[in-house]
């Protein structure tokens, strides 16, 4: 833990670095398609001069992402964060410096020509391909490999967003797969790093400021668990819409290469009814904030930013979905404020934080976000109820999440709930079979075969000295092995495991060492010795040990009173 937290030090300033060099990057792409002028500094898309450039921007930018995926790499293609999760389930937490340098150049082209993401998911794959990166120079485990990849991502959102408690949060939700020490702690360190940077690179303060405030009491936390349900609503329809989409690019007869540029005819087209859908939208999100938008504005950014968002994803292009869900949550909250006490400012923080949480399955993450973003963090109570609301109707009405169902269609699923293993409460002592059948070190090797032929009811025996302590293990395997070599041996038990090592553990020994003393020693029985004397007491067999789990499962199905 020790080691690797000093190591996320270079992930959180390395993701921090990331961050910024994205951010100029999008302001670059921006400036050049659409200003034609060379110039990192800060543009808004929404300020340059409408006509055919709104449609022919973003159909030039995807076709460079196509190009660049066809030819370059095809893990670029998507929102990131189902890339990063892949590689650290099924890649051992390897990510290429390839991927480390197109995904960001891909994503900044994407975005910056017109294409509807946020900057998040393309700055996760980055700051993690970071980490990645620098963990491959050293000799780790692909667990220690994981945690510098997560650490990179989670640094790299901090800086973006500044919402430190938000990353870490995510890392844990969505990509560590566990919560241990070992990860968490070095995750702290890159992300409270990449937060120290972040005043140099990107700027200060809350992100999305605004005035306004909810009410508070059991009211406002019905009406705000309420319009939760109906924002988890909305992103199970975002997310069974974007995989229909998905599937339909897959039907067509040319090459995925060509598919983001039909998709951007579809961005371009929504770009000319409104030029808010175009780009990163976060000039958009503020403004929602601000309660600057009329409802009529509200009504038809939500389902354009929808259709161009879908249309453009679902073509596998290179850009995030954290963004596009908060405006997307931002309008449907915005509009509910009209009628909702507060205003159409404070319910478009907490549709933002309900329609995140059932689509990415991270209520807390999504809750902590919201008042990150804002500062508002004493409408936490009210992003809870929301988020809960909404992550509970996504749990009831879809299998996956917008995220682990673009994996799943993969052949490979991946379950988001976790628990504690039944193997992590039990003792030895709890499992073993106590006083287990035994032969006799004396016995020799000629009898120990007959026996097994016509007496032996188990696969394997302890064999025990006059002391009762063990000093190995016969099996099947071995008696027939003997009998194939005359079977005559008179040699005793005893005299012919004198060099064997036997693994051995206590009544108090826990469970899942004995199940990875399995492991490491290739046995399918441990015997079980008293602390005090050495001798055999018990033996736990790999059944025994899925009893333990059994009845964990017990304890769950099983009702009474």
């Not at 205003?343 to 949480?357: I, L, T």
């Not at 993450?365 to 109820?385: D, N, Q, R």
Request: charged content about 15%; proline content about 5%; aromatic content about 6%.
């Amino acid at each position: 833990m020790v080691i690797l937290a000093i190591m996320a030090l270079v992930t959180g300033a390395g993701g921090a670095i990331a961050a910024w060099a994205l951010l100029h990057l999008i302001a670059f792409v921006i400036n050049l398609f659409w200003f034609q002028r060379v110039s990192a500094e800060p543009a808004m898309i929404i300020d340059a001069a409408t006509g055919p450039v709104m449609v022919l921007a973003p159909v030039v930018g995807s076709v460079i992402v196509g190009l660049m995926a066809r030819f370059g790499s095809e893990k670029i293609r998507g929102h990131g964060i189902p890339e990063a999760i892949e590689a650290i389930l099924y890649g051992e937490s390897k990510l290429s410096l390839r991927v480390a340098v197109l995904k960001p150049v891909s994503s900044a082209i994407s975005i910056g020509s017109g294409g509807p993401f946020g900057a998040e998911g393309p700055i996760i794959m980055t700051g993690g391909a970071i980490g990645s990166l620098f963990a491959q120079c050293f000799r780790l485990s692909a667990a220690e490999r994981k945690t510098l990849l997560v650490a990179g991502a989670a640094a790299g959102m901090t800086a973006i967003f500044g919402t430190p408690a938000a990353a870490i949060l995510l890392a844990i939700e969505v990509m560590l797969f566990e919560w241990k020490p070992r990860s968490f702690v070095p995750v702290i360190v890159s992300v409270l790093t990449a937060f120290a940077w972040r005043p140099f690179l990107v700027g200060t303060g809350s992100l999305f400021p605004f005035e306004g405030m909810l009410s508070g009491g059991a009211s406002g936390l019905l009406l705000a668990a309420i319009f939760g349900a109906f924002a988890g609503a909305l992103a199970c329809v975002l997310s069974v819409a974007l995989y229909r989409i998905e599937d339909g690019f897959h039907r067509l007869p040319v090459h995925w290469m060509w598919w983001p540029a039909l998709g951007a005819i579809v961005v371009g087209l929504g770009g000319l009814i409104d030029a808010r859908v175009l780009g990163a939208g976060y000039a958009t999100i503020q403004d929602l904030l601000d309660g600057d938008l009329a409802i009529d504005a509200m009504i038809v950014l939500l389902g354009l930013k929808a259709v161009v968002w879908l249309v453009a994803l679902g073509s596998g292009t290179s850009g995030g979905v954290l963004a596009p869900l908060l405006i997307m949550g931002g309008a449907l909250g915005g509009i509910a404020g009209h009628w909702l006490p507060g205003g159409s400012g404070p319910w478009a923080m907490v549709g933002m934080a309900g329609v995140m949480s059932a689509a990415m399955r991270a209520p807390l993450t999504s809750a902590i976000f919201a008042v990150e973003l804002t500062g508002h963090f004493v409408a936490l109570p009210t992003t809870i109820a929301a988020s809960g609301a909404a992550f509970s109707v996504a749990v009831l009405v879809l299998r996956r999440s917008i995220l682990t169902e673009k994996i799943s269609r993969r052949g490979r699923h991946i379950s988001q709930e976790f628990s504690v293993d039944p193997l992590a409460l039990g003792m030895a002592g709890d499992l073993m079979t106590p006083t287990p059948d035994i032969l006799s070190a004396k016995m020799p090797i000629n009898e120990a075969v007959r026996f097994f032929e016509i007496e032996a009811s188990h696969r394997s025996y302890p064999v025990v000295d006059g002391q009762g302590i063990p000093i190995g293990l016969v099996s099947r395997a071995d008696a027939l092995l003997w009998q194939q070599n005359g079977g005559c041996d008179v040699t005793t038990l005893g005299e012919k495991l004198s060099d064997c090592s036997l693994p051995l553990v206590t009544p108090n020994t826990p469970a899942d060492l004995v199940a990875k003393l399995m492991i490491s020693e290739d046995a399918g029985r441990i015997c079980v010795v008293s602390p005090d004397d050495g001798r055999l007491i018990g033996i736990v067999a790999r059944r025994d040990l899925l009893r333990s789990r059994a009845i964990m499962l017990e304890g769950e199905m099983e009702r009474s009173r």
